[in-house]
């Protein structure tokens, strides 16, 4: 499980395209929890290819994307209060 953040920089037009474009990126991939953060189940491959995808995307000088690896017992490591439910990675997501 990764969790992964981003801030771009939406100050131009530019910017704007990027943002929807790295949120494109993460959908493919996980589940937003919130605006911009994602949660994420991945095998090292995918790991590998998101990364590179979201390089390729963002303005190195403007906006960042974290990752934090909550690694294979995540479910113990996440504790959600208030509205959104907690989301179970591993089975069934009807949407």
Known sequence: MILLTYDVNTSSESGARRLRNVAKACEAYGV????SVFELVLDPAQLVTLKGRLSDIIDHSQDSVRLYNLGANYKRRIEVL??????????????
């Open 82 to 95: 208030g509205q959104k439910p907690k989301i179970d990675q591993e089975g069934v997501l009807i949407l």
């Open 32 to 35: 937003r929890v919130q605006k």
